[in-house]
C-alpha cells in the first residue's frame, strides 16, 4: 500500500508535466510514448552518461544517420529549467514602447558614440547586430577559419609589400631626413667640448617682459602707516576685502605659507591709539622671514664652492689648536709640513666674514693660552695677510719673533712678510739669536742683490756652520773655477763624508790630483760605488783603458768586504749614464761586472735579452752591446742570440760590424741558414756580388740541398742579370732538390724573361708533382690569361679549384676573369660558391661587396656588406670598406664603430687617415698614417697612401723620410702593393720604386 501511494502522486505529476493524461505523442506504429524525466522520479535528477566517455555533439539525434525518425522529447533536450536559473529574455515578445522611447532611440542613433575605447576591431564602432545571441562553439570555429583565410592572404604578399614600404620609407627619409641625422656629425663634436667651454656655454633666458611671463603677477605694494591710522579711528578692526584689488584687509598681515597673523603679539589695540614699535616688530619679522629664505638659497650655492677652501682653512686653524705636551714639551704637528697647510688656506675668492671673525678669535685664543708656540703666530700673520692687513700681519710675526726667538719659521715668516731694507735687519737679528741656522743664512743670501754681497754673507755663514754641505755648495757655485777648487779643498776637510763635494774636487783638479783626491775620498766613504765609478771613467779619459776593468772589480770586492749589497739594477743605470757621458770602456766594464748577479742560470737568456731591449729604448746603444757580447760568449750555440745580435747591429751598427757579428755567427752556427743569407745580403747590397757568391758557396757546404740557399743564390744571378747562371742554378736545384717553390720560381724566371712555351712546359711539369700547390694553378691561368686564352684561362682556375677549394686568390682570379669577359652572373655564382665552401672569409664577402658596387648596384652592395659584417663582425677590411660605402654625412659614425670593432686594425686605422684626408684635417690624417704604418709596416698599402698624402701635403723632407722607413721595412702585403710587385713587369723593381709606382696609380676617390 505504501509503495502504491507513493507511486500515484509520481505518475500524477508526470501527467501534469506532459500536458494532459495523454501523453505528448507517440511513435508511428502506436507504440507507447517513452516516460519523460521528472525531477521527482526517486528524488533524483539522473544524467546521461557519454558513450566511451566522450560526450555527444550539439544537435545530434541518435538514429538520425541510419534513417531513423522520431519526436524529439524532453529527455532529448534536457531536464526542465529550475527554478532558481535566470530568466532567458532573449527571444521574449517585443514591449510597447512609448513616444519618449522612440524619440530617445532616434536621438542615440543620430548621436554615434565614436570614441576609441568604443571601437571593436572585429565589430567597428556600430558593434554587432547579433551581440545579443550566444557566442557558440559554431561561431568561434567559423571565427577561426576566418582568421586563418586572412592570415594565409596576408601572408601571401607580405614581403613584396614590406619590401614596397621599406623602400617607401627610405626614399621619403632620403627626401626629408630626421633632425637626428641631420646633427649626427654635430652631436659628436660635443664629445670634444671641455668642461671649461661647457661651463661657459650662457644660460638660455626668457626674452618676454615680465608681464607677459606672468600675466597674473600680484603686486604688492607696502601700506603706510596713515592709513593704518585712519581706519583705526573709525573702528574698522575687521574689513575683509578682495587682495587682488587692492583694498584693505582688517590689520591682517600675510606671512609666507598661508598663515594669516592678526595684530602682532595677538593684542587688539584700542579704537585712536596706534603703536608703532610694534607695527615695526611686525615688518622686521616679516623681512627677517624672507630674507632668510634668500640666504638659505643662496648659501646653499655658494657654500658647495666655498667648502672646499673653508675645509682648508679651518684644517690649518684647529692644527694651531694644538698645544704643546705638558709632560714633553714637544709638539704633535709635523714640523716641516704646516708651512705647506698654511699655504692652502690661501683663498680663492672673499670668504665670510664671520668665518674670518671666528678664525681670528680662535687664533688669539691659541696665542694666549701658549704664547710661546710658532705656528700659533704664524697662522695669524698668514690669515691677516690673506684679509688684506699686511701692517698687522707684520705687526703680529714681530710680536711672535719676541715670543718665539729660537723659532727659524716665525723669523723666515717676518722676513718674508717685511720690505726689502726691513726684511736684512730682521735676518740679521735672527742670526744673532740662531747663529747655527743654515735656512736664514740662505734666506739672508737670497736678500741680497750683489754677487759680492751674496759671497760675503755665504763665508759668513760657513765660518759659523762650517758642517753644512748645502752651504758649500751654494757658495762654490757662485765662484770661479780657480776659487771653487780651493774652497773645495777646504769642504771636503769640513765634510769628508760628502760625496758630491769630493767628486766635484776631483772634476776641478788634474790628472794626478784627481786620482789623489778620489783615493781620499775612498778612505772616507768606502761604501759609495760613483767614487769607484768616477776613478774608472778618468782613467778611461786619459788613455789608462786597460785599469777600467781592473777598477771595476776591485769595486766590487771592495763593497762587499764593506757589507754593501749589488744592486744589479743600479748599476745598470749607471752603465747607461757612462754610455750617454761617452765614457765606452767603463759602461762595457760595468755591465760585463754586474750581468750575471742575482740571475738564475735557466733565467740568464731571456733576462739578458729584456735588459738589451731595455737598453736601446733608453738610447744606450753600448750597453746592449756589451749585453749581446757577453750572452754570444755565454750562449756561443744559440741561434736566436745571434740573431737578435745581428739585428740590432743591422739597425744600430755599421755594415762592417755586421758582417763581422756574421761571420763569427755562422762560425758557431753554420746550419742556420737565414745567418748565411743575411751575410750575402749584406755584401750584395755592398755591391761586393763575388763575395755574396762565396758566401752562398760556403752555404751549400754547409747546408746541402737547403731550398732557402738555391733561392738565395737564383735572386742573386737574377737580379744582377746573370739569367744563364739563375737557369742553371734552377735547373740543378731541381734535380737536387725539387721543392715547389723552385718549380714556382723556375716558371717566373722563364715567364719574366719572355719565355711563355717554356714556362707553360715548366708549369706543367710542376703540376704533376705538386697539383696541391695553388700558386702553380694561378702562375698557369695568369699565364694563359696574358695570351688572350680565356677558355684555358678558365680551365686552369677550376681545375686549381678542385685541388685547392680553399685557396682564395683562385676563387677571386676566377671570378675577375668572369667580370672582365662581361659574365656578371657567373662571377656572383663562383662567389657564392665560394662562400659556402669557405664560410666566415672576409677576402671573398669583400670581393661580393665590390662586384656589386662595380656593377652599379649599391643597394645590393650594402645589403652584402651588412650580411658580410654579421658574419665577420670583427674583420678589419670589410669594416674599412664599410666606411666608404655610406654617405659623406655618415663616414665619421661607420667609422667610429669600426674603431670600437676592430680597435688596432691597421686597415681601420688607414681607412681613418683616409677619412681625415678626405675632410682635409691634414695633422689628423698624418698622425693616423704614423700610427698606422707603426703598428703594420708590411702593410704595403699603407706605405702607399701614406707617401701619395706626403707628395700633396707635406715637404720634400717628409716624403723623403716616408720613403726610407718604407724602404726598411720593406713591405711585402697589400692588395695594391702584391699587384704591382708581382707584376711581370715590375720583378726587378725595387722597394723605392715599386711605392712611387703605386702612389702614382692611387686616384683621391674615398
Not at 641631420?182 to 638660455?204: G, H, N, Y
Not at 574689513?239 to 593684542?267: E, I, W
Not at 740557399?709 to 746573370?722: G, M, Q, R, Y
Not at 705538386?770 to 699565364?783: A, V
Amino acid at each position: 500500500m505504501a509503495s502504491a501511494a507513493a507511486k500515484q502522486p509520481a505518475r500524477t505529476a508526470s501527467k501534469a508535466a506532459s500536458g494532459g493524461t495523454g501523453g505528448t505523442g507517440g511513435t508511428a506504429g502506436g507504440a507507447p510514448a517513452m516516460p519523460l524525466a521528472s525531477p521527482l522520479m526517486g528524488g533524483l535528477n539522473k544524467k546521461k552518461k557519454p558513450f566511451l566517455g566522450v560526450p555527444a555533439p550539439l544537435g545530434y539525434v541518435p538514429g538520425l544517420g541510419r534513417g531513423a525518425t522520431g519526436f524529439t522529447t524532453r529527455s532529448d533536450i534536457g531536464p526542465a529549467r529550475d527554478a532558481n536559473d535566470p530568466v532567458d529574455d532573449r527571444h521574449a515578445p517585443p514591449g510597447k514602447r512609448t513616444v519618449g522611447d522612440q524619440m530617445k532611440k532616434n536621438q542615440e542613433d543620430e548621436e554615434e558614440d565614436l570614441n576609441d575605447t568604443n571601437y571593436d576591431e572585429f565589430n567597428g564602432y556600430a558593434g554587432s547586430l547579433f551581440s545579443s545571441g550566444p557566442y557558440e562553439k559554431d561561431d568561434e570555429e567559423a571565427d577561426a577559419i576566418y582568421a586563418a583565410l586572412d592570415k594565409r592572404m596576408d601572408e601571401r604578399r607580405k614581403e613584396r609589400r614590406e619590401l614596397r614600404e621599406k623602400e617607401e620609407i627610405e626614399k621619403y627619409r632620403m627626401e626629408r631626413p630626421k633632425i637626428q641625422q641631420q646633427f649626427s656629425d654635430l652631436k659628436r663634436k660635443l664629445a670634444e667640448v671641455t668642461e671649461d667651454e661647457w661651463l661657459s656655454i650662457p644660460e638660455v633666458g626668457d626674452a618676454r617682459n615680465k608681464r607677459q611671463r606672468n600675466p597674473r603677477h600680484e603686486k604688492l605694494t607696502p601700506v603706510p602707516d596713515s592709513f593704518f591710522a585712519k581706519h583705526l579711528q573709525t573702528g574698522e578692526n575687521h574689513t575683509s576685502v578682495d587682495p587682488l584689488q587692492g583694498q584693505f584687509s582688517g590689520l591682517a598681515t600675510s606671512f609666507p605659507g598661508g598663515l594669516n597673523t592678526p595684530y602682532p603679539g595677538g593684542m587688539t589695540p584700542e579704537a585712536g591709539e596706534l603703536d608703532m614699535r610694534k607695527i615695526g616688530q611686525a615688518r622686521n619679522t616679516l623681512m627677517d622671514m624672507r630674507l632668510s629664505q634668500v640666504t638659505h638659497h643662496i648659501a646653499f650655492n655658494c657654500k658647495l664652492n666655498y667648502f672646499e677652501e673653508s675645509q682648508k682653512f679651518l684644517q690649518s686653524i684647529c692644527w694651531c689648536l694644538q698645544v704643546s705636551d705638558s709632560v714633553s714639551g714637544q709638539t704633535v704637528v709635523d714640523p716641516k709640513g704646516y708651512l705647506t697647510d698654511l699655504n692652502s688656506m690661501i683663498p680663492t675668492h672673499g670668504g665670510d666674514i664671520s668665518d674670518i671673525k671666528k678664525a681670528r678669535l680662535l687664533l688669539k685664543s691659541v696665542r694666549e693660552t701658549n704664547p710661546h708656540h710658532p705656528p700659533a703666530w704664524i697662522a695669524s700673520a698668514r690669515l691677516e695677510e690673506v684679509t688684506g692687513k699686511l701692517q698687522v700681519a707684520r705687526n703680529l710675526i714681530m710680536k711672535g719673533t719676541e715670543m718665539c726667538p729660537k723659532s727659524e719659521d716665525v723669523w723666515l715668516e717676518a722676513a718674508r712678510l717685511q720690505p726689502g731694507d726691513t726684511a736684512k735687519a730682521v735676518v740679521a737679528q735672527a742670526v744673532r739669536h740662531l747663529p747655527q741656522s743654515v735656512r736664514i743664512y740662505i734666506s739672508a743670501a737670497e736678500l741680497e742683490t750683489d754677487i759680492r754681497a751674496k759671497k760675503r754673507v755665504l763665508r759668513k755663514a760657513l765660518e759659523n756652520v762650517s758642517k753644512s754641505v748645502r752651504l758649500w755648495k751654494i757658495a762654490v757655485e757662485l765662484e770661479e773655477p780657480e776659487d771653487a777648487r780651493i774652497m773645495l779643498s777646504r769642504a771636503v776637510e769640513c765634510c769628508p763624508t760628502s760625496v758630491e763635494l769630493w767628486l766635484a774636487l776631483a772634476r776641478l783638479e788634474t790628472y794626478e790630483n784627481a786620482r789623489r783626491v778620489l783615493n781620499k775620498a775612498r778612505e772616507n766613504i768606502p761604501t759609495d760605488r760613483h767614487i769607484w765609478i768616477t776613478a774608472a771613467k778618468l782613467e778611461e779619459a786619459n788613455g789608462n783603458t786597460q785599469m777600467v776593468e781592473k777598477i771595476i772589480d776591485r769595486a766590487i770586492t771592495s763593497l762587499r768586504a764593506n757589507g754593501v749589497e749589488i744592486n744589479r739594477e743600479q748599476w745598470i743605470q749607471d752603465a747607461e749614464e757612462c754610455d750617454k757621458a761617452g765614457s765606452v770602456a767603463t759602461c762595457q766594464a760595468v755591465i760585463r761586472a754586474v750581468i750575471g748577479i742575482g740571475i738564475e742560470e735557466e733565467d740568464c737568456k731571456h733576462t739578458w735579452m729584456e735588459d738589451a731591449d731595455s737598453c736601446v729604448s733608453h738610447g744606450a746603444l753600448e750597453c746592449a752591446r756589451a749585453i749581446y757580447a757577453h750572452a754570444l760568449q755565454v750562449f756561443p750555440s744559440k741561434k736566436s742570440v745571434w740573431l737578435r745580435a745581428a739585428y740590432f747591429e743591422k739597425n744600430h751598427g755599421t755594415r762592417e760590424s755586421l758582417e763581422a757579428l756574421l761571420q763569427r755567427a755562422v762560425a758557431h752556427c753554420p746550419k742556420a741558414e737565414v745567418l748565411w743569407l743575411m751575410g750575402a745580403k749584406s755584401k750584395w747590397l755592398a755591391g761586393d756580388v763575388p763575395a755574396a757568391r762565396s758566401i752562398l758557396a760556403l752555404a751549400f757546404q754547409a747546408n746541402p740541398n737547403s731550398e732557402e740557399i738555391w733561392l738565395a743564390a737564383v735572386k742573386l744571378e737574377s737580379e744582377n742579370n746573370e739569367y744563364e747562371r739563375a737557369r742553371r742554378l734552377l735547373a740543378k736545384a731541381r734535380s737536387s732538390a725539387p721543392t715547389a717553390r723552385v718549380f714556382m720560381k723556375s716558371v717566373r724566371l722563364e715567364w719574366v724573361l719572355g719565355n711563355i712555351e717554356a714556362a707553360q712546359e715548366l708549369c706543367t711539369e710542376a703540376l704533376k708533382h705538386y697539383e696541391d700547390f695553388p700558386k702553380l694553378w694561378m702562375m698557369r691561368g695568369q699565364i694563359e690569361e696574358q695570351s688572350e686564352n680565356i677558355d684555358k684561362a678558365r680551365e686552369a682556375y677550376n681545375q686549381g679549384l678542385k685541388k685547392c677549394p680553399h685557396s682564395m686568390s683562385l676563387w677571386l682570379l676566377l671570378s675577375r676573369l668572369e667580370e672582365r669577359v662581361g659574365q656578371l652572373t657567373r662571377a656572383r655564382a663562383i662567389l657564392e660558391k665560394a662562400r659556402l665552401k669557405n664560410p666566415q672569409t672576409p677576402e671573398i664577402w669583400l670581393e661580393s661587396v665590390r662586384l656589386e658596387y662595380r656593377a652599379g648596384l649599391k643597394n645590393i652592395a650594402n645589403t652584402l656588406m651588412a650580411k658580410a659584417l654579421q658574419e665577420c663582425p670583427n674583420s678589419g677590411i670589410l669594416w674599412a670598406e664599410a666606411v666608404f660605402l655610406e654617405a659623406r654625412p655618415q663616414r665619421k659614425t661607420k667609422s667610429v664603430d669600426a674603431l670600437k670593432k676592430c680597435e688596432h686594425d691597421p686597415h681601420v686605422l688607414l681607412a681613418v687617415a683616409k677619412l681625415f684626408w678626405s675632410e682635409r684635417k691634414i695633422t689628423k690624417a698624418r698622425e693616423w698614417f704614423l700610427r698606422t704604418v707603426k703598428i703594420e709596416p708590411d702593410l704595403g698599402d699603407a706605405w702607399a697612401f701614406f707617401y701619395k698624402f706626403e707628395l700633396q701635403h707635406g715637404t720634400e723632407e717628409q716624403q723623403q723620410e716616408v720613403k726610407k722607413r718604407c724602404e726598411n721595412a720593406e713591405p711585402r702585403h697589400g692588395e695594391l702593393w702584391c699587384a704591382e710587385s708581382k707584376h711581370v713587369l715590375n720583378w726587378q723593381k725595387n722597394i723605392g720604386e715599386i711605392l712611387v709606382l703605386v702612389a702614382s696609380k692611387i686616384k683621391n676617390t674615398f
